[in-house]
């Protein structure tokens, strides 16, 4: 699985977004998705999960109520749609996979994917 984030640039607070994760090599039917933002000098941290069905998904308390995670089955793409973007959004944001054991397990931790993407740079400027 090799991961593709896209979507990203420079909006201005209040504005939206929506970011992409697509495989340009094998199939993201089975993968739990995880979406990781890192800002200049902070650590790695979760946004948001989506099962492999797309039924189960999980955010972080910070972006609760502004981002959406979802699939896409007949694109084969993850989205992460993200409203109200507040300047401290401001990171770039990568895309992760893991193999999904069923339809309804997400996880949360950096540790638990086994693939990344390039990341896409997201900048909010107030």
């Known amino acids: 699985v090799q991961l593709q984030a896209s979507g990203g640039g420079l909006v201005q607070v209040g504005d939206s977004l929506r970011l992409s994760c697509a495989s340009s090599g094998g199939t993201l039917q089975y993968q739990v998705i995880g979406w990781f933002r890192q800002a200049p000098g902070n650590e790695r941290e979760f946004v948001a999960a989506i099962s492999r069905s797309g039924g189960i998904v999980r955010y972080a308390d910070s972006v609760k109520g502004r981002f959406t995670i979802s699939r896409d089955h007949a694109k084969d793409t993850v989205h992460l749609q993200m409203n109200s973007l507040k300047s401290e959004d401001t990171a770039v944001f990568y895309c992760?996979?893991?193999?999904?054991?069923?339809?309804?397990?997400?996880?949360?931790?950096?540790?638990?994917?086994?693939?990344w993407g390039q990341g896409t740079l997201v900048t909010v400027s107030s």
């Open positions: 992760a996979a893991r193999f999904g054991s069923s339809t309804r397990v997400v996880y949360t931790g950096k540790s638990d994917y086994n693939y």
